[in-house]
């Protein structure tokens, strides 16, 4: 799990949907407070003046908390003063008053002042029997425990208020709290418990038409496409729940929004767009005096400076973000910052150019944090949390050498990945939506199913007053004697084939058996095999390094099988050259992810432990190693494996390209006119202005080939140009059979697409690839591994 997703999951749905259960944040429209202060103006009635202090109050909580504390405080001061019977104070004003002023304390993250007022309210109702108070109370007080982290707590109090709200009948708390437990089991990894909360919920929002509960939903909704990596869908609905915000003048929930918008864009990697609407974000929570919607814009504006390499700038905003929730007492908030500057030292520690001392210093700091961030995060049971400091801290002693320690957390990194992301519980979320709209399916057929039955008595009424009754009568009589025939028929055949079925049904029943034990077996066959896969995907380059080796570039890896013959292999050396390369090991599936795997391994020993930096060298090792591990000596009948491959070397001071290729080429794409200074690096051009330069390969595999088994590769070397595109890949693009007439894609295709797409940034490259060759495959099936690299220099 990347960092951007763990803020999705963990910190920023914490603002995003909360339901306070008592003074909801209305429309603040002029026509409203227009009336509410006339009615200050008029009345004489001083409980009838504290309800309306308490209406203002609410009317301004969410743009101008200041003046909402003033006019609260007015009501609570009145309330007080009232003569109620023998007693001084108005008890059940002087509860709502409590309730509303502890609601923007709450709003403005001063969380022990809003526990104090709940309290005294809480003790009030009690004492009252207002069992309406009570539920208000309860929830606020969960509400609190949620924003600092101390989920038992928050369960406990919400549990309280639902049950009130269900001996009562209160339909709006029982949404509230239902999605407030939703928003629970989301922080703590429990996405299917999640859903069943955020579900019950919708259902009796939309039925009331509740706007501001719908918001809250929409926004719940988006939180889960977030996770599902729909990020068009989750913006979407993001940009719903905004909508209703602006037109309610909601700025608490417009800001929410903005983190959410501004995460979606951080995850894609548009950075310049993430930190727009996180500074938007933190703009209104600064005019609000909202310390826990500041923490988390502080914290995400970190991670921006963070993947942008600007460490300095992320530590400074990590730091205040820690500072406000060590204020709020926000333990989640706490971890996740830990977890955040131990994964910073990690990358520091990654940098070139440090001496030994410096680079263990980075490691002991990045384990510094993740102990402090597994072990608040195991404190609170925040599953992701945990996960992502088990990742950091595995990563970390690795580096170290310490096999032991870094084989310990990646037992819980495991573990914990595997809890939140289960097969069986994404099957129950799909399981879970399917019945919600299944229920409001069947809603709508029992409404025309009432019509319908409304309609059928009409029409019987009518032929019983009618005079074709007795022709209607006589046909039905025909009809059943008609009927009596054909079954006297049919009863006796059924007697005959009876016997057969009885015979068929015992066969079936052999044969049932036989076909459940071929699919257990075929069930664990496949779990192997994906098992597998999970390794092969850790062996791979990682994204975020392929990013630090190659700032602009794209990876299409689309296995034929679960797991793949094809894989890619990236690495910066110690002069800052970038050296990355594409294989097409013999065969596809299980016996191919055999071989990426060997070659995988072999690469990290001669390039990384051997040192050997030189293109046609570095095949030349790996092809003595691979026919070595193979056991190949050319004797008629053993295995033939071997793989091909395309390998460059970037040095980047001198903008040369090493190049050697076994059988695969190496494509240049390039502006005609930049060698003369009309083109910079990101303007667009047709494709007419582009020229597509093919570096072809040696004609011999790596592995054993007859009659070249000691023939060496051939080291070229390219000049490259500021703007120049190189693509590395295997055959299984241009071979995919597919279109009208059932043929490959072929080579030629292949090389026009490129030359196409030429004007678009790197990931929209991507896209246009893997769109257009699953459109050319259609309904056929995959023949081959794919896979293809694009860098722009």
């Given at each position: 799990m990347n960092k951007i997703t763990l803020i999705a999951l963990i910190c920023l749905i914490c603002t995003s949907a909360i339901v306070p259960a008592q003074n909801p944040k209305s429309q603040i429209l002029n026509p409203k407070l227009d009336s509410l202060f006339l009615i200050l103006k008029t009345t004489k009635a001083d409980t009838t003046r504290v309800n309306t202090y308490i209406k203002i109050c609410s009317q301004y909580q969410s743009s101008n908390p200041d003046t909402a504390l003033y006019f609260g405080t007015l009501g609570l001061k009145l309330a007080i003063s009232i003569p109620f019977g023998k007693e001084r104070g108005w008890a059940k004003g002087i509860a709502d008053c409590y309730?509303?002023?502890?609601s923007i304390h709450d709003d403005q993250g001063n969380y022990p002042m809003a526990i104090e007022y709940y309290l005294k309210s809480l003790k009030i109702m009690e004492e009252l029997g207002d069992k309406k108070g009570m539920s208000d109370c309860y929830n606020n007080i969960g509400n609190v425990h949620y924003y600092q982290g101390s989920y038992a707590q928050a369960i406990e109090y919400f549990l309280k208020s639902l049950k009130i709200d269900e001996e009562s009948g209160n339909k709006k708390g029982m949404s509230d709290c239902y999605n407030n437990i939703g928003l629970v089991h989301y922080d703590q990894g429990f996405y299917d418990k999640a859903i069943e909360y955020y579900l019950k919920s919708i259902k009796i929002k939309e039925e009331s038409g509740d706007k501001k509960g719908i918001s809250a939903c929409y926004m719940n909704i988006g939180l889960v496409h977030y996770d599902q990596g729909l990020y068009d869908k989750a913006i979407e609905y993001y940009l719903k729940s905004l909508k209703i915000d602006e037109e309610s003048g909601d700025k608490k929930g417009m800001s929410d929004c903005y983190i959410n918008i501004g995460n979606v864009y951080m995850y894609q990697g548009s950075y310049d767009n993430a930190l727009e609407y996180y500074l938007k974000s933190l703009k209104i929570a600064k005019e609000l005096g909202d310390k826990n919607g500041m923490a988390y814009c502080y914290g995400n504006i970190g991670m921006v400076h963070s993947s942008q390499g600007l460490y300095d700038k992320a530590i400074e905003y990590f730091l205040k973000d820690l500072k406000l929730d060590e204020e709020l007492g926000d333990k989640n908030g706490i971890a996740l910052v830990y977890g955040n500057i131990a994964s910073l030292h990690i990358a520091l520690a990654d940098s070139t150019a440090l001496s030994d001392n410096q680079q263990i210093n980075y490691l002991n700091k990045a384990i510094e944090y993740g102990i402090k961030a597994i072990e608040l995060a195991q404190e609170i049971k925040v599953m992701p949390i945990e996960n992502e400091a088990a990742n950091t801290l595995m990563r970390a002693y690795k580096k170290l050498g310490n096999f032991k320690k870094s084989i310990e957390y990646a037992e819980i990194f495991i573990a914990t990945k595997d809890s939140m992301f289960s097969e069986e519980k994404t099957k129950a979320l799909a399981e879970m939506g399917?019945?919600?709209?299944?229920?409001?399916?069947?809603?709508?057929?029992?409404?025309?199913?009432?019509?319908?039955?409304?309609?059928?008595?009409?029409?019987?009424?009518?032929?019983?007053?009618?005079?074709?009754?007795?022709?209607?009568i006589l046909f039905v009589v025909c009809g059943l004697l008609l009927m009596a025939v054909i079954a006297a028929i049919i009863f006796r055949s059924l007697r005959i084939t009876r016997r057969q079925r009885n015979v068929i049904q015992k066969q079936k029943a052999v044969v049932d058996e036989k076909n459940r034990i071929i699919e257990q077996k075929n069930k664990d066959i496949t779990?192997?095999?994906?098992?597998?896969?999970?390794?092969?995907?850790?062996?791979?380059?990682?994204?975020?390094?392929?990013?630090?080796?190659?700032?602009?570039?794209f990876i299409l890896f689309k296995p034929k099988d679960i797991v793949s013959g094809d894989f890619y292999w990236a690495y910066a050396s110690h002069n800052n050259n970038a050296i990355w390369t594409v294989a097409d090991c013999t065969g596809?599936?299980?016996?191919?992810?055999?071989?990426?795997?060997?070659?995988s391994s072999l690469l990290n020993e001669i390039i990384i432990e051997k040192g050997i930096a030189t293109a046609n060298d570095i095949l030349n090792e790996l092809k003595k190693h691979i026919i070595k591990a193979l056991g190949q000596t050319g004797i008629t009948g053993e295995t033939r494996d071997g793989m091909d491959a395309s390998l460059c070397i970037w040095h980047k001071d001198t903008n040369i390209l090493e190049f050697a290729g076994a059988y695969n080429p190496l494509y240049i794409v390039r502006n005609q006119q930049s060698a003369v200074g009309l083109r910079t690096a990101d303007c667009r051009l047709p494709t007419a202005d582009c020229e597509l330069i093919e570096i072809k390969a040696d004609r011999q595999p790596i592995g054993y080939h007859q009659g070249k088994e000691d023939s060496p590769f051939t080291k070229q070397e390219i000049q490259l140009q500021t703007g120049d595109t190189v693509y590395l890949f295997s055959d299984g693009y241009a071979d995919q059979f597919g279109g009208e007439k059932s043929k490959k894609f072929s080579y030629k295709k292949f090389k026009d697409l490129l030359l196409s797409v030429q004007d678009r940034a790197m990931?929209?490259?991507?896209?246009?690839?893997?769109?257009?060759?699953?459109?050319?495959?259609?309904?056929?099936?995959?023949?081959?591994?794919i896979c293809v690299i694009g860098v722009r220099i």
């Open positions: 309730i509303n002023i502890g399917a019945r919600y709209e299944a229920e409001k399916k069947q809603q709508e057929i029992e409404k025309q199913q009432i019509l319908l039955e409304k309609k059928d008595a009409e029409v019987k009424k009518q032929l019983a007053i009618s005079s074709k009754q007795k022709i209607v779990d192997s095999i994906t098992y597998a896969k999970r390794i092969q995907e850790a062996i791979l380059t990682s994204s975020e390094n392929c990013k630090k080796i190659l700032p602009q570039h596809h599936g299980v016996p191919g992810a055999f071989m990426s795997m060997i070659g990931e929209q490259q991507k896209q246009i690839l893997d769109e257009t060759i699953e459109i050319w495959r259609g309904q056929q099936e995959q023949i081959d591994d």
